[in-house]
């Protein structure tokens, strides 16, 4: 069974830093794409970052472009979403989800590509 559990959220100062976990299992972790979105409080689900599973092409939302790195560890089944200098607009719940077999990254990180998601974790960032 598909398991995805995020893992690294919490209450972060503006200009501060986080690295969120993403553990995978139960399907072919090195042969999927997995995508990092946000949800805030009012707001519909979007997308944030996306690495491929076979060149880990890597793509990301314009508003977390040169702030976020999104990375991928296939021997651990993990990806992690390195978010610096954290700004309040980046409060949300994020969550990590897969697309199926065969999918490549585009510009485009749409929620509808993604019918396996995690549970969520709570990102704040506040004085």
Not at 17 to 44: H, M, N, V
Not at 49 to 55: K, L, P, R
Not at 63 to 70: A, Y
Request: with cysteine.
């Amino acid at each position: 069974q598909l398991q995805l559990v995020e893992s690294g959220g919490g209450l972060v100062q503006p200009g501060g830093s986080l690295r969120l976990s993403c553990a995978a299992s139960g399907f072919t972790f090195d042969y999927s794409a997995i995508a990092w979105f946000r949800q805030a409080p009012g707001k519909e689900r979007e997308g944030v970052s996306c690495i491929s599973s076979a060149d880990g092409h890597t793509t990301y939302a314009e508003s977390v472009k040169g702030r976020f790195t999104i990375s991928r560890d296939n021997a651990k089944k993990t990806v992690y979403l390195e978010m610096n200098t954290l700004k309040s607009e980046d409060t949300a719940v994020y969550y990590c989800a897969a697309p199926p077999l065969g999918y490549y990254c585009s510009d485009h990180i749409l929620t509808d590509d993604f019918p396996s998601w995690g549970q969520g974790t709570q990102v704040t960032v506040s004085s």
